[in-house]
């Protein structure tokens, strides 16, 4: 892939032996040498009707192949403190949606904090006021020099937002506030999973909410699976108070949902519809730790730290243990998409406009030797 | 681009990102996003998702701004539109600007919103204008 190009999002063809555990690609019995594959790119036509200076990963995708980005806007005059953030989809015949959430009916000053897409809708966790209470604020920049600037100052309370696949706003729910969520997908039932943490200890939290929003459960996490908090403290020598949250990622598979503790050495967390937790711990070389999953209708794609756009690992869902190896070609790009019906999916920007490339795999060279 | 002391060019209020020189560390592929929790006064806690950029050599024009987190203004980036290093391969687009520069102070973007002199002398063309004793200014001031 050309450096020049802009943002990106990849739309990767892969040979047909791609599929996870196929028949004709032979997986060696020796655990400690897996096939190494290599993907290359080339550039399709560019998406109509879309405007897309840059797209934030990791992507979500649903099992037929659409994909979802979220795109950084300048601020809205009318929030000029809260980020203006835009979703969008293109499915695989390149129909593009938007999901606009700033004509929700009833619902004010809408900052959205996650979103998630589903194959019957996208739902999307946002904080929101049920009024438009404008007030002068003072506010403290980071160099501790002091802003002046008008403000919704009602209360806001968390909701989740349903769209339709088209983009069309079906229903805003009001959700229990039991913890703090940061997090929010949807299981194929309508129920909610939620991630956030304990406020009183900081430790993580996973909970199942009703359609409703309100509290089913809290899961119960198998100790040692996940960090005993999900904070951590931002140095800082003005005097601000920030903690970072742990990076989760919600990447559906089948019925379930995967819950990624990014760039951790915890293992993914597979959660069914009923609740229940199993722990899949990757098989991977070298200590190496899962960046991203990349969504797939088959078996797991764990992108890790290695090299400079890294390394795809294929490992099956039962154990955890590694099938391929897949290397980008020379160019190649860091923001693979999703894997839908053998092929990888994404994207590439430039000049504000989407392209999709599509790649192929070479055979596979020699085994890995660090397998 | 702006052009200072110079009037009628056709190319005013263009904003051109200029070759690698100067996208180089400033530019973005894309962003990466993070939760943030913060603790105001009042017993206010909250939570923000803030984007930062990816740097690359080429890429998004990067704009920052801050989001309110409990009174507190935390900094995030969004991208507008994309660096075209390739305008300037626009032939005749190089010597055009440089007959500019022999009368005028000609002002170009950077990826990250700073305008910067443009001097044909590729070597000199990463002196901007703080190092001219003059105030940094950035295109939020100059739009």
């Known amino acids: 892939m050309n450096n020049t190009a802009v943002g990106l999002l990849l739309l990767v063809t892969i040979s047909p032996s791609l599929g996870a555990q196929d028949a004709h690609v032979p997986v060696p019995p020796d655990s400690h040498a897996v096939p190494v594959y290599t993907i290359s790119f080339e550039r399709g036509e560019q998406i109509p009707g879309l405007d897309a200076p840059a797209v934030v990963p990791p992507f979500q995708c649903t099992e037929d192949g659409t994909v979802f980005f979220n795109q950084p806007r300048p601020p809205d005059p009318a929030a000029p403190f809260a980020a203006n953030l835009e979703i969008s989809s293109v499915s695989v015949s390149r129909e593009v949606h938007s999901f606009p959430l700033n004509h929700v009916p009833d619902l004010y000053d809408i900052r959205q904090k996650d979103y998630y897409g589903s194959d019957s809708n996208v739902v999307f966790l946002v904080k929101a006021a049920r009024e438009n209470k404008q007030a002068m604020q003072t506010l403290t920049a980071p160099d501790r020099s002091q802003v002046h600037g008008s403000e919704n100052v009602a209360e806001h309370y968390s909701y989740v937002l349903v769209f339709d696949r088209e983009g069309k706003f079906q229903e805003a729910v009001q959700i229990d506030e039991a913890f703090q969520i940061v997090k929010l997908s949807v ?104 960046n991203t999953l990349i969504p797939s209708d088959n078996n797991l794609y764990a992108r890790v730290n290695e090299g400079s756009v890294g390394t795809i690992y294929e490992l099956n869902t039962r154990d955890g243990s590694v099938l391929r190896k897949f290397r980008m070609a020379e160019g190649g790009t860091a923001n693979i ?35 | 681009m702006v052009l200072r002391n110079f009037v009628n060019t056709g190319y005013c209020l263009l904003l051109i990102c200029l070759s690698g020189a100067f996208c180089s560390g400033q530019c973005a592929t894309g962003f990466s996003s993070q939760n943030i929790h913060c603790a105001g006064p009042h017993g206010c806690e909250d939570d923000v998702l803030i984007f930062y950029p990816i740097e690359s050599q080429y890429g998004v024009r990067v704009a920052t701004e801050g989001v309110d987190c409990c009174g507190q203004l935390i900094t995030t980036s969004y991208g507008y539109s994309g660096c075209q290093p390739r305008v300037f391969r626009v032939a005749g687009m190089k010597e055009q600007l440089a007959k500019f520069a022999e009368t005028s102070e000609v002002l170009v973007a950077d990826c990250s919103g700073r305008y910067v002199l443009y001097d044909p002398n590729r070597d000199a063309v990463r002196r901007n204008l703080a190092e001219r004793n003059s105030a940094l200014v950035n295109d939020h001031i100059l739009r």
């Open chain 1, 187 to 290: 299981f194929p039932s309508g129920t909610f999973l939620a991630y956030g943490y304990d406020k009183s200890d900081q430790s993580p939290k996973l909970a199942m909410l009703k359609d409703d929003g309100k509290l089913i459960k809290f899961l119960e996490i198998p100790p040692g699976d996940a960090p005993e908090s999900a904070l951590t403290s931002v140095p800082s020598d003005k005097g601000s108070s920030f903690s970072r949250i742990a990076p989760v990622q919600f990447v559906p598979s089948g019925r379930n949902i995967i819950v990624v503790q990014n760039k951790t050495s915890f293992p993914l967390l597979e959660v069914n519809e009923a609740g229940a937790i199993r722990a899949i711990r990757a098989d991977l070389p070298n200590e190496a730790q899962i």
């Open chain 1, 337 to 371: 998409a999703c894997v839908h019906e053998r092929k990888f999916l994404s994207f590439e920007t430039g000049q504000g406009k989407l392209l999709p490339l599509f790649g192929s795999m070479d055979f596979p060279a020699a085994p890995s030797p660090d397998r």
